[in-house]
């Protein structure tokens, strides 16, 4: 879930100030516990600053040194929270897909593909056939355009 940074940074400063714990601010705050260690984690470390940060590109040498670091022994957890990424769960997809790709990186490809004309024109003809087939729809479009419908 994702939470503005006024809130994240009320709570920090909260678990700061008062030295509350984990679990008595996430019964406070609409956060649960994990994301509350991580986020507060990334907060001592970089700063308020690091709160703001929404969606960041990561290269492909970026992700390479975070995986390599992961895999030589360091936890998921603290490389997440060294690099600055949101959520650990975010390094541990891209150490599984380094493993399932034979120990290469891949983009991904963000958005939706591009439609060419050939896709297009299939598509329009799938959707007259579509139509075509309703019950009736046939004797009803001839009698329209013979004019023998009445309104």
Aim: glycine content about 6%.
């Amino acid at each position: 879930m994702k939470y503005d940074y006024e809130l994240k940074l009320q709570i920090c400063r909260e678990m700061e100030e008062t030295g509350t714990g984990y679990r008595a601010i996430s019964r406070k705050y609409p956060i649960s516990q994990t994301d509350m260690q991580h986020m507060y984690s990334l907060y001592k470390r970089h700063g308020p600053d690091v709160l703001k940060h929404g969606y960041t590109h990561w290269t492909k040498p970026q992700k390479e040194t975070a995986v390599k670091r992961a895999l030589n022994g360091e936890s998921i957890k603290s490389v997440s929270i060294d690099i600055g990424l949101p959520k650990s769960s975010t390094l541990s997809r891209w150490v599984k897909e380094h493993k399932e790709n034979e120990h290469a990186i891949v983009e991904r490809k963000r958005g939706k593909p591009p439609m060419n004309k050939a896709s297009a024109k299939k598509k329009e003809n799938l959707a007259q056939e579509e139509y075509l087939k309703k019950p009736g729809q046939e004797n009803l479009e001839s009698r329209i355009e013979n004019g023998h419908l009445k309104n």
